[in-house]
């Protein structure tokens, strides 16, 4: 079908791809509360291929994933799954056994305190498989993922990456027809998500008839999908193919696509980010020398070395739990380094250092605001905690306002407000007290790209006009690109500082993200995959290669599947003594206070009684329960 849009940003209908739907949603709303999840969804997912779902976080897509995999129920609409309307009981306990789903979260669908072994057996025997046929598809998943000589490693001690393919794993072990996969490489390094799509493209070769959703928050991911399916605000802009969606709105990347199927106002004013080259001065914002920090025996910061020039916008790139937020903690003096040493404007960092704090703005992972207070409330207050003459806050609340788009909204709650205008009351949170130095832990994830390129033209302007220096952490390739200089973070330990474009050449690169890539390779293996993996061409499917195929679910209780969670937790205590403690030695207590504490037994009772009626029948009803319990009430009641 050929491409049309409006100039309304009105939804785009593409050709489809493959023989049928695999899924099929008609007229589909959820709402939580008051939030309309998704609104009159219709959708036809194509069978056999790879589909996903791009926007940003709070549009819908998790929703829509968990209504097709069973995990959520059907409010409003009609959801066909494998040739069946999802909500019948019947139906969904034949078809659960052909899906698989891997939740948002890096390792949501593993037992952290079970090794890679205990966790997938449990998976095998949920879905009815014998001991011999375990083992058999076990062995094969984990040769095939590099997870075989790492069996008896616990799940929470595998890095990002490794947790991943485990899920996956997990999610493979019964060879679904289905496989859905909820944002499955979000914060994970640039490596491990290469492995982990060439993975998917292994499994997709070797069984082609296996249909993949995936939700995802990386556009530049997205192209590799064989078709697309791009949300906002609970409704579907458009589907097709990638290249379609490039053809229809006449962009090259998947991202300025978004922005151009976006409704008119929702995209009005929006233009896109230039940043104007960085005059290097002499001043130093930011130094640290060796700087380390640890918890116990973990090393989560390893020998840092950078220095940052006065108004320099200076980018922290690497995945979740690599150290930039340790790191930011240690240089705002939240955290007191292990060794080494940092300096703000020349100034040693020292937590009791209030002057020097005052000089710096932080904007945390996590919004910083009070759900409570309004938004001028909440500015009102932070310009207070940071000694702002009381006189001079109502003049820079105005200049804040307006200067972050926040006039129409100093009397709404923060929590009533669009991600976006959070974003920014944030940043005027951070600014309230005129920082000379601004540091913001990944401010943008999860914001619609409009949002995030606005975001973007604020921090240039603080940079380029009142010279306030930027140190941000993200794990987005396209904003580390506007950074003056960005350091490559990985496992604790910095890989390289310089421009983006320098970094890009030194390593004969395309983009930044194949150039982070090579330096994560040339760093040497982490621990997880310093022993080889199998052959990349080893079959990673099971099917056919012996018996124990799954049985469907029963509607009723399944004394194998009460068994597996049963063995699970046995598991679990075993590896926690304190839980098998509490769990033993805590119930015996409770029940020792409990007989001992709690009796029936009431003797001497003094009461009182209201009495409403004030006649003789009541007054005799009431003496009569006095005198019908003796030993149990106490003289004669207080009439009141």
């Known amino acids: 079908m050929a491409a049309s849009a409006d100039d309304k940003g009105a939804r785009v209908t ?3 791809h493959g023989t049928g739907p695999v899924a099929n949603l008609a007229g589909v709303s959820l709402r939580y509360g008051k939030t309309q999840a998704l609104d009159a969804i219709d959708l036809a997912v194509p069978a056999g291929c790879m589909v996903g779902l791009i926007g940003p976080d709070g549009v819908g897509k998790s929703s829509l994933l968990a209504l097709i995999a069973g995990a959520r129920k059907v409010q409003l609409g009609e959801v066909v799954v494998l040739g069946g309307d999802i909500r019948a009981v019947r139906h ?58 790492f069996l008896e490693r616990p799940a929470g001690k595998l890095s990002g990456g ?66 697309l399916v791009a949300m906002d605000a609970g409704k579907i802009l458009a589907t097709g193919t990638p290249q379609e969606l490039h053809a229809c709105t006449g962009t090259e990347t998947l991202e300025a696509a978004f922005i151009a199927l976006l409704p008119e106002e929702r995209k009005r004013g929006h233009r896109a980010v230039e940043v104007s080259p960085f005059v290097d001065g002499d001043d130093i914002a930011i130094e640290a020398h060796d700087l380390t920090m640890r918890f116990g025996d973990f090393t989560a910061v390893d020998h840092v070395n950078f220095r940052i020039h006065r108004g320099e ?12 937020t340790t790191t930011m903690k240690m240089l705002t003096g939240l955290l007191a380094p292990s060794d080494g040493e940092a300096w703000l404007f020349g100034h040693r960092v020292d937590a009791r250092d209030i002057a020097t704090r005052q000089r710096v703005g932080y904007m945390s992972q996590a919004f910083s605001l009070y759900s409570e207070l309004t938004v001028e409330q909440n500015l009102v207050l932070h310009a207070r905690l940071f000694s702002v003459p009381e006189p001079v806050i109502p003049e820079r609340l105005a200049e804040l306002t307006s200067r972050f788009g ?67 952490s993200t794990h987005f390739m396209n904003e580390a690109e506007r950074c003056d200089r960005i350091s490559l973070m990985n496992a604790g330990r910095v ?3 310089d421009t983006p474009r320098d970094i890009v050449e030194k390593r004969g690169a395309k983009t930044l993200e194949e150039a982070f890539i090579a330096y994560l390779q040339e760093a040497g293996p982490a621990e997880e995959d310093a022993i080889p993996e199998s052959p990349a061409q080893e079959p ?17 209780f399944s004394l194998a599947r009460a068994l597996s969670y049963t063995l699970r937790e046995g598991l679990e205590l075993r590896r926690d003594p304190v839980r098998m403690a509490m769990a033993l030695f805590g119930s015996l207590i409770l029940m020792l206070i409990m007989g001992y504490g709690i009796t029936m037994d009431v003797n001497d009772l003094s009461y009182a009684v209201l009495d409403r009626d004030q006649t003789v029948l009541s007054q005799n009803y009431t003496l009569n329960l006095s005198e019908g319990r003796p030993g149990i009430m106490k003289n004669s009641p207080f009439f009141l």
């Open 14 to 16: 593409l050709s489809s």
């Open 162 to 227: 490794m947790k991943q393919k485990l899920g996956l794993c997990c999610a493979l072990i019964h060879d679904p027809d289905l496989l859905i996969l909820d944002e499955p490489t979000t914060g994970v390094d640039p490596l491990a998500r290469n492995q982990f799509w060439s993975l998917i493209s292994r499994i997709r070769q070797e069984r082609p008839g296996v249909s993949v959703m995936v939700a995802t928050a990386y556009m530049e991911e997205a192209e590799r999908f064989d078709w």
């Open 495 to 497: 890989l390289v500082s």
């Open 92 to 149: 969904r306990n034949r078809v659960c056994p052909s899906i698989a789903y891997m939740p948002q979260g890096l390792g949501k669908n593993l037992y952290p305190a079970l090794s890679v072994e205990d966790n997938l057996q449990f998976f095998g025997r949920l879905f009815g498989h014998d001991a011999a046929e375990r083992r058999r598809r076990i062995d094969d998943l984990t040769k095939a993922t590099g997870l075989y000589h």
């Open 313 to 324: 916008i200076f980018g922290f790139l690497g995945s979740n739990g690599c150290g930039k």
């Open 406 to 472: 926040l006039a129409g909204a100093v009397d709404s709650l923060p929590d009533n407000l669009p991600l976006g205008m959070r974003q920014r009351l944030s940043l005027a949170v951070a600014m309230v007290h005129s920082p000379e130095l601004l540091i913001l832990d990944e401010p943008t994830s999860g914001v619609d790209p409009v949002a995030r390129d606005a975001f973007w033209q604020l921090l240039i302007d603080l940079s380029r006009n009142d010279k306030v220096t930027i140190f941000i």
């Open 540 to 556: 990673v499917s099971t099917v056919g290669q012996g018996g124990g195929a799954p049985r469907g679910l029963r509607r009723h």
